[in-house]
């Protein structure tokens, strides 16, 4: 099943989490195959259950991804939405008022 032969390729991928590159392409990997809603659902309440520290963390990362995403200027209509979303979340939170400390 091609479900279960991806299952097993993801949990064999070795990266450095010191690598920020690595990170994201696994990152953007399993994003693109958790699609549906419930799935996000279910990512954000592990998320939210997690340490507290990295709560904070990937706010801090979320916050960065919104200031640097806004500032596209070549999208399509495959992430027109996205760019404009974060477009008008810097126009009312400015990129000043979005950092984080880590604690």
């Given at each position: 099943m091609k479900g279960n032969s991806y299952i097993m390729m993801v949990r064999q991928v070795t990266?450095?989490?010191h690598d920020g590159k690595q990170v994201a392409e696994v990152v953007m990997t399993l994003v693109n195959n958790i699609c549906p809603n419930d799935q996000f659902k279910k990512f954000i309440e592990v998320v939210k259950r997690d340490h507290r520290t990295n709560q904070q963390t990937f706010m801090?990362?979320?916050g960065m991804f919104i200031i640097e995403y806004a500032k596209t200027e070549h999208y399509d209509a495959r992430?027109?939405?996205a760019v404009k979303l974060c477009q008008k979340i810097i126009?009312?939170?400015p990129p000043e008022n979005m950092s984080l400390p880590l604690v």
């Open positions: 990266i450095d989490p801090k990362l979320v992430n027109e939405a126009d009312k939170v």
